[in-house]
């Protein structure tokens, strides 16, 4: 096994090495100051969403629109250059046996099933990690570089991923320890149980991340600026949010993408923005991205997430029962694996787990693309900032497509497209002129209803 990863791993380091460091290429910006709305988005008599998109919309050169469609476009292939990647490992893993002589090794180093069990999966997930670098390299650095989205140079990369795979030893440790002893508990209902003890640990980690795995990469902060803050915290409680302060995270440090949430549970929730949204984004555009970030707080989309992530989970077990099954009737002692309950069946579930959920990709977008739109819908009544929602459409344009094809959209974003945001914005825009006609001293506040579903019909 040793000689035939050398073999193997040799190569893959020399061509990650050879591929050198990417050189960052700067986003290209929009020309016009997208702070002002562009004449056909003015407030009139004559208002028309349509117009007002399209106007919009030509703020961004056409340069960096031809940049962020092929870097969209080009995710599309990595979905199924990773699927095939990461099948075509536990493929080698098995036919290979090194999983089993994996297996093997953590059953000399200790008689107690759950060491065994802990002890293969820091060797799986140390080799697992090797082989897929390559892949994760490009992606992940090469390409971010490659189109301006990256700040980092490789050694803090590199820093990052290897927190990356600390956090992966020990949080994945927890839950295939976990995972395996119900396994061997519940031999016959294993599937059921697994399901749930899934979803429990998915919750944990939800309530956790905010306060003990995020700071291990970025710098969490409360943001002191009341210009910044006041608007936000007004607008958290009209809608019920509790929560008396704002953070900010230096996500800088690694990407130039602007972004915001609403996370946590309890006692852990928190209202964050990242510096580069602090930075670039308007007032108006801030109070927009946060409205929407509020939105899925509000209209109790984490909870709701959670009951599909268990429909799925639940099936996706069930249908692991079966396949485990018939996978090792067939060619179980070819690949020197016992049982399901044998560790060294990891690669065959991260195989079937794989095409299950390569399968799965429209469905679990559409799931995720149609809260997102629900949250663009009470952001807008909530901040009544269209044209901030706009300016925040066009800076993700940087990279995401604008205008897709309707089956495009339906497979590939988990978002409503750039050009969907901005007409939504619009159509809002066009049958509340009244707000935007008057005064600033005479604008009403902002929505203090918490409704989702009257919010949601504007």
């Known amino acids: ?32 100051d997208i702070t002002q709305p562009p004449a056909a988005a003015q407030p009139s008599p004559h208002f028309n969403a349509d117009a007002a998109t399209e106007a919009y919309l030509a703020l961004i050169p ?70 897929g670098f390559p892949l994760e390299y490009y992606e992940n650095f090469v390409r971010e570089h490659k189109y301006g989205l990256a700040t980092q140079t490789f050694g803090p990369w590199m820093g990052d991923e290897a927190k990356s795979l600390l956090v992966g030893l020990i949080l994945g440790g927890v839950a295939v320890v976990g995972l395996f002893a119900i396994v061997r ?8 149980w697994g399901s749930v003890a899934t979803l429990a640990f998915m919750v944990v980690v939800v309530a956790l991340g905010p306060v003990y795995i995020w700071p291990l990469f970025n710098k969490v902060t409360r943001l002191n600026d009341p210009k910044i803050t006041a ?21 800088s440090k690694q990407s130039t993408r602007m972004s915001a949430n609403v996370s946590g549970f309890a006692n852990t929730m928190r209202i964050t923005l990242n510096d ?8 108006e555009e801030i109070q927009a991205v946060m409205g929407h970030e509020m939105g899925h707080y509000v209209m109790n989309h984490i909870p709701k997430s959670l009951i599909f992530l268990l429909i799925v989970i639940v ?29 060294a069946v990891l690669p065959l579930v991260s195989l079937l787990a794989g095409i299950l959920m390569f399968v799965l990709t429209p469905v679990m977008n559409t799931e995720t693309r149609t809260q997102e739109k629900e949250a663009d819908m009470f952001g807008l009544s ?32 988990d978002h409503p497209s750039g050009y ?39």
């Open 420 to 458: 969907d945001r901005i007409h939504s914005a619009m159509v809002w825009k066009g049958e509340n002129l009244e707000l935007f006609q008057k005064a600033p001293s005479q604008l009403p506040p902002p929505a203090q209803s918490s409704q989702p579903a009257q919010l949601a019909a504007h």
């Open 382 to 413: 909530a901040a009544r900032q269209p044209d901030g929602f706009a300016q925040a459409a066009i800076h993700l344009a940087e990279y995401r497509k604008m205008r897709p094809g309707p089956i495009e959209e339906y497979i590939f974003f």
């Open 62 to 131: 056409p340069a960096a629109r031809a940049r962020s469609d092929a870097y969209f476009e080009g995710g599309y292939w990595l979905i199924l250059w990773g699927f095939l990647y990461s099948s075509a490992i536990s493929l080698l893993l098995l036919h290979l046996q090194w999983s089993a002589r994996m297996r093997d090794l953590a059953v000399r180093l200790t008689r107690a099933k759950n060491l065994q069990t802990l002890f293969y999966w820091v060797q799986y997930l140390l080799l697992t990690t090797l082989l």
């Open 185 to 192: 508990r519940l031999t016959k209902t294993w599937w059921i």
């Open 1 to 32: 096994m040793n000689w035939r990863l050398r073999r193997f791993a040799l190569p893959v380091l020399l061509a990650v090495f050879g591929l050198g460091v990417a050189q960052a290429q700067p986003a290209i910006q929009p020309t016009a």
């Open 231 to 251: 608007p936000i915290l007004r607008m958290a409680r009209a809608n019920g949010i509790p929560t008396n302060d704002v953070y900010q995270i230096d996500a």
């Open 315 to 343: 099936v996706s077990f069930a249908y692991l029962r079966w396949g485990l099954a018939w996978c090792l009737s067939r060619w179980g002692a070819r690949w020197q694996i016992h049982d399901i309950g044998d560790p």
């Open 276 to 283: 580069n949204l602090l930075r670039r984004g308007s007032p």
